[in-house]
C-alpha cells in the first residue's frame, strides 16, 4: 500500500472508503469526481446566496419595492430574503426523506436543477415599474423555489462526502465541497464588482440581471458532472444491510431530538455568522457607513479567498484534533472578534472593513463551516442520516440565518432614530448586532459540551452519537 494525498491507496489505485461495515473499495478517480461534483453544486447554491444577499442590500430595494424612504426598501428586500430561508426546511424534510430512500445522487441531481432554474429565473423577472405587485410576487415566488432547492443540496453534499471518505480524513475530505461556498461566493462578488465598476446607477440598467443568467451555465456544468456520479458507497451499503422501513418526520423528531437540538444549536454562531456577515454587514458597509458597492463586495472576495484555505484547513485540524474541539475554537473566536470587527465597520474606513471582514468570515465562521462538514452527518445513525442532516441545517437556517438580516435592518433603523441628523445615522447600531453576534457564539460554545466526539464513528452505525 502507499500514502497519498487520497488516504492508503493499492497498487490497483484504490482507496479504502467508510469505516467499519461500510468500508468499501473506490478509485481515486471516484472520489475526485466525487469531491468536484459536491462542489459545484455548493459553488452554485452559494452563487445564488451571495447573488441574492448583495442584490438584497444594494437593488432589489428599488426595483421590486420602492419605497419613500430607502430604509423601508431595504427591509422589504431583506424579507424576501429571509422567506428563501424560511422554506428551507420544508425543502429539507421532503429531500431529505427522499434521499435517504433512493440515494444520495438522484436527491443532489433534483435539487442543484430547482435551485439553478428559479435563480436564473430571478434574472428574467420585470421590474415594479413595468408590472406592478407582480413583481414582488414573482421574485418571492422564485426565491421559496431556491429555497427548496437549498434546504438539501448543503446537506447533501456533506452527507455524500462523508460516506465517501476514507477513515480517518473524513473531515478533510468532507470540507471540500464547502470550497464551493468561497468560488460561488467569488464568482457573485466578481460580477457585482464588473457591474458596479463605472456604472453610477445599476438599478436603471438590464445589466444586474447577468449574474443570474449566468446560474444556467453553472447548473449545466454541475448536472453533467453528478450525472456521471457514482451512488455513495455507505447508501449501498445500508440499502443491502438495513431492511427496515425509513423513519418519517415524526419518528425522527421523536428519537433524535436531542441530536438535532444539537446540530441546531452548533450551527447558530456559524450560519448566524455567516448571515451577518455576507449580508448585514454588507448593507451597513454601503447603505449607513456609505461606502462605495464596490468595497463591500472587495471585502467579501477577500474574505471568501481567505476561507477557501480556512475550510480544508479546519477539515484537516478536525482529522487530527477532534471535530468538537476545532469547532469549539471557532466559535469561541467568532465570540471574541466580534466587538472589534462591528467597530472597525463602524470607522467607514474602507481597508479596515477589509481586514475585518477577512477575519470574521474568511476565519471564525468558515472554520466553523470546515468543520461541520463531516461532524454533522457523524452525529446521525444511517437510516435518517440526510433528512437529520437537513432538518438540523434547514431550522438552524431560519432561526440564524434568514431572521438576521431583516432584524439587523431594523435595528439600523431603530438606532438612526435617534440621531437623524447625523453624517451616518445609524451608525451606532454596531454595538448591539456585535452583541448579538456575541450571543450566537455562546449557544454554539455551550452546545458542543453536549455533544460526544463523533470523529471516525461507523457510518452504518442506526443509532445516533447522543
Not at 428559479?118 to 405587485?133: D, F, K, M, R, V
Not at 455568522?273 to 463591500?296: F, R
Request: overall charge positive.
Amino acid at each position: 500500500m502507499r500514502h497519498a494525498a487520497f488516504g492508503a491507496i493499492g497498487a490497483d489505485g484504490r482507496i479504502m472508503a467508510g469505516a467499519g461495515t461500510a468500508r468499501v473499495t473506490l478509485t481515486v478517480s471516484e472520489l475526485r469526481r466525487a469531491a468536484w461534483t459536491c462542489s459545484l453544486g455548493s459553488a452554485l447554491e452559494y452563487y445564488d446566496f451571495a447573488l441574492y444577499s448583495l442584490a438584497s442590500a444594494l437593488i432589489f430595494g428599488p426595483l421590486f419595492f420602492p419605497s419613500a424612504t430607502p430604509v423601508t426598501s431595504l427591509i422589504a428586500s431583506f424579507a424576501t430574503y429571509f422567506v428563501g430561508f424560511a422554506v428551507r426546511p420544508v425543502g429539507g424534510i421532503i429531500f431529505g426523506r427522499l434521499g435517504d430512500h433512493i440515494g444520495r445522487k438522484k436527491v443532489l441531481l433534483m435539487t442543484v436543477t430547482l435551485m439553478g432554474l428559479a435563480s436564473t429565473g430571478i434574472g428574467l423577472i420585470p421590474t415594479y415599474q413595468t408590472i406592478g405587485i407582480w413583481a414582488p410576487v414573482l421574485l418571492v415566488t422564485a426565491r421559496m423555489l431556491q429555497g427548496l432547492g437549498a434546504g438539501a443540496e448543503q446537506a447533501g453534499a456533506a452527507v455524500m462526502m462523508t460516506e465517501y471518505a476514507p477513515l480517518g480524513q473524513r473531515g478533510f475530505y468532507a470540507s471540500l465541497p464547502f470550497l464551493g461556498i468561497q468560488i460561488g461566493t467569488i464568482i457573485a462578488a466578481l460580477v457585482y464588482c464588473a457591474l458596479l465598476f463605472g456604472v453610477t446607477d445599476i438599478t436603471h440598467s438590464w445589466i444586474w440581471r447577468l449574474p443570474f443568467l449566468v446560474s444556467a451555465v453553472i447548473l449545466v456544468v454541475a448536472l453533467y458532472m453528478r450525472l456521471k456520479l457514482k451512488e455513495s458507497p455507505t447508501f449501498e451499503t445500508i440499502q443491502r444491510k438495513v431492511v427496515e422501513e425509513r423513519e418519517s418526520l415524526t419518528t425522527l423528531i421523536r428519537g433524535s431530538w436531542r441530536t438535532i437540538l444539537a446540530g441546531i444549536g452548533v450551527r447558530m454562531a456559524e450560519n448566524g455568522g455567516s448571515s451577518i456577515y455576507q449580508v448585514l454587514a454588507i448593507s451597513y458597509l454601503v447603505n449607513t457607513m456609505g461606502l462605495p458597492g464596490l468595497w463591500g463586495t472587495t471585502s467579501l472576495i477577500t474574505a471568501a479567498v481567505i476561507g477557501g484555505f480556512t475550510v480544508p484547513i479546519a477539515g484537516r485540524l478536525s482529522d487530527r484534533f477532534g471535530r468538537i474541539k476545532v469547532y469549539r475554537t471557532c466559535a469561541i473566536l467568532q465570540a471574541v472578534t466580534a466587538l472589534p470587527v462591528w467597530y472597525a465597520f463602524s470607522t467607514g474606513r474602507p481597508f479596515a472593513a477589509v481586514i475585518a471582514l477577512s477575519i470574521a468570515l474568511g476565519v471564525t465562521t468558515w472554520g466553523m463551516f470546515g468543520t461541520q462538514a463531516a461532524m454533522l452527518p457523524e452525529m446521525f445513525g444511517a437510516r435518517h442520516r440526510y433528512m437529520a442532516v437537513s432538518l438540523s441545517r434547514e431550522v438552524s437556517a431560519v432561526i440564524a440565518g434568514g431572521l438576521t438580516p431583516l432584524v439587523g435592518s431594523c435595528i439600523i433603523r431603530w438606532v438612526a432614530t435617534f440621531s437623524p441628523s447625523a453624517a451616518h445615522p445609524g451608525q451606532m447600531s454596531w454595538l448591539p448586532i456585535a452583541t448579538y453576534v456575541i450571543f450566537l457564539a455562546l449557544i454554539t460554545i455551550g452546545t458542543t459540551f453536549f455533544i460526544p466526539e463523533c470523529r471516525n464513528r461507523d457510518l452504518v452505525e442506526q443509532h445516533d452519537i447522543i
